[in-house]
Nanobody, 116 residues
Framework: QVRLVESGGGLVQPGGSLRLSCAASGSIFSFETVGWYRQAPEKERELVARIRSGGSTNYADSVKGRFTISRNNAKNTGYLQMDRLKPEDTGVYYC??????????WGQGTQVTVSS
């Protein structure tokens, strides 16, 4: 069973940066996609960014130009670099891995708070 653990969340001022990591207990090389989602209070979970095995990426419009998703298969880790953070980026950020057979794995989430 693959286990995903997120880290790197915290409190940051508007305009600041954070880098989230998603470490997999197994190999993420087998993941077709690695995605980052977030859930703000009283809102539904939404896709923030996703990267496919071939390296193609897609982003939510609200984070384009500010966030960068990447993956390091050799280290079994996915990343989300978040720059120029805004208060509306506040939420719990979750990592999800999906393999080629449709199985999905979620991490436990890490809190990101953007506030002055």
């Amino acid at each position: 069973q693959v286990r995903l653990v997120e880290s790197g969340g915290g409190l940051v001022q508007p305009g600041g940066s954070l880098r989230l990591s998603c470490a997999a207990s197994g190999s993420i090389f087998s993941f077709e996609t690695v995605g980052w989602y977030r859930q703000a209070p009283e809102k539904e979970r939404e896709l923030v960014a996703r990267i496919r095995s071939g390296g193609s990426t897609n982003y939510a419009d609200s984070v384009k130009g500010r966030f960068t998703i990447s993956r390091n298969n050799a280290k079994n880790t996915g990343y989300l670099q978040m720059d120029r953070l805004k208060p509306e980026d506040t939420g719990v950020y979750y990592c999800k891995g999906a393999n080629f057979f449709g199985a999905e794995y979620w991490g436990q989430g890490t809190q990101v708070t953007v506030s002055s």
